[in-house]
């Protein structure tokens, strides 16, 4: 593993522990309820994890959209511009907890498979379809007498939720063992089928399936941490491409919506074309990262 793969894990590691730290809520089986808990952290972390500390973002915009009294939070959408422009997808590669462990399932040692581009591409689109349909039209559309909705990104896909919330709850509680139903089930099988796919397929989960990847990935290119390929300097070997895991088209689309900034590119690239840094506006000098 490279150093700077290394400092990523280690990056990685710090936010999960950060993101759910409250150790007393796994030993005693509920629920943080402290007053932080409002806040959203960057990264997918289920509101419901017994240690997590704040909220997930796409929980909260599915509570906001889904209950009439909320009407409009310029909160929650302005912590999710922010994180979009702030930081993009740079958030999905080192911020995001169910990131890291899609990243340590892939390490599990069994063949690995790349979809074909024609069944792939197409994949590519369902995690937008997921977050116009299930975080904000059915939200919006679709509630109960109260004009309430529930969460259905949560409740119905989400295998953060079930790993990070519905499993330590389940067994930390008998009633809620005995409540068990084909929901529950249901859940257990998309866990299943990520963790599985995990294992062969880097992301799959972010890849085809994460809405709020979907959501930073369209401010990729307008976000203040940005990449750039020097044409003079690349030598068109095409390592960098080889070595994607989300096979991004480094030389044409390196700030395309899904680069997750993991920095493999940069650290393959034997003639330092690739650099990497936050822009601060319109005709600023970006601060680089210094080369690995």
Not at 18 to 29: E, I, S, T
Not at 66 to 93: E, T
Not at 135 to 164: D, H, K, R, S
Request: hydrophobic content about 40%; aromatic content about 12%; overall charge positive.
């Amino acid at each position: 593993m490279r150093k700077s793969e290394k400092k990523r894990t280690l990056i990685q590691i710090l936010a999960a522990v950060v993101c759910n730290g409250y150790a007393a809520g796994f030993l005693q089986g509920k629920i943080y309820q402290g007053d932080q808990k409002f806040l959203c952290v960057p990264g997918l972390n289920c509101y419901s994890c017994p240690g997590a500390l704040g909220a997930c973002p796409i929980g909260a915009l599915q509570a906001v959209l889904g209950d009439r009294r909320y009407k409009f939070s310029y909160y929650i959408f302005g912590i999710l511009l922010f994180f979009s422009v702030v930081l993009g997808r740079l958030v999905c590669g080192f911020l995001c907890p169910f990131g890291l462990i899609q990243d340590l399932l892939h390490k599990i040692p069994v063949p690995k498979w790349e979809l074909p581009q024609k069944i792939d591409r197409p994949l590519r689109w369902l995690k937008y379809v997921i977050f116009a349909v299930m975080v904000v039209i059915l939200p919006l559309t679709l509630t109960n007498a109260f004009g309430i909705a529930p969460p259905y990104f949560c409740e119905w896909i989400c295998p953060v939720g079930t790993l990070e919330g519905g499993i330590p709850l389940v067994a930390q509680s008998e009633s809620l063992r005995q409540m068990i139903g084909g929901l529950f089930y249901w859940k257990m099988c998309l866990l299943g089928l990520v963790v599985l796919g995990s294992m062969v397929i880097y992301r799959p989960f972010c890849k085809y399936l994460c809405p709020l990847g979907a959501f930073y990935g369209l401010f990729q290119r307008v976000g203040f941490f940005q990449m750039e390929v020097d044409r003079a300097k690349c030598d068109g070997c095409g390592l960098c491409e080889k070595i994607c895991p989300m096979q991004v088209d480094v030389r044409k689309n390196i700030n395309g919506a899904e680069c997750i900034r993991c920095g493999r590119c940069k650290d393959v690239c034997h003639t330092s074309a690739i650099s990497s840094g936050f822009r601060f506006g319109p005709g600023q000098e970006r601060k680089t990262e210094p080369e690995s």
